[in-house]
């Protein structure tokens, strides 16, 4: 399976971006798919996850009422609305898919099979 991410940039404090993430080769049983982010010097975190067969979300505290996680099942593509943006937001944003079972939750990295290269997200002061 292939992630390709677009949609990054850069913004002033305040503003949105929509990222976009396509998936393409294997598709079925996907079981969620996520968006983690990794600033200069830091870990990797988890940013939002949606569960593809109904839609439950899930969302850092740092971006919970800011940010809002969808997803096309037709276009296979997951989407990452990014509002009120700040500084701290400034990342490389990945998405990720996993599939079938685990024992990891949907915020953790090793619940995940694949990933994308990434998109680069800045938000100037």
């Known amino acids: 399976e292939q992630l390709v991410e677009s949609g990054g940039g850069l913004v002033q404090a305040g503003g949105s971006l929509r990222l976009s993430c396509a998936s393409s080769?294997?598709?079925?049983?996907?079981?969620?798919m996520a968006w983690f982010r990794q600033a200069p010097g830091k870990e990797r975190e988890f940013v939002s996850a949606?569960?593809?067969?109904?839609?439950?979300?899930y969302y850092a505290d740092s971006v919970k009422g800011r940010f809002t996680i969808s997803r096309d099942n037709a276009k296979n593509t997951v989407y990452l609305q990014m509002n009120s943006l700040k500084p701290e937001d400034t990342a490389v944003y990945s998405c990720?898919?996993?599939?079938?079972?685990?024992?990891?939750?949907?915020?953790?990295?090793?619940?995940?099979?694949?990933w994308g290269q990434g998109t680069q997200v800045t938000v100037s002061s």
């Open positions: 080769g294997r598709t079925f049983s996907t079981y969620a």
């Open positions: 949606i569960r593809w067969s109904d839609g439950i979300t």
């Open positions: 990720a898919s996993g599939y079938g079972s685990s024992l990891y939750g949907l915020r953790a990295t090793a619940r995940y099979n694949y």
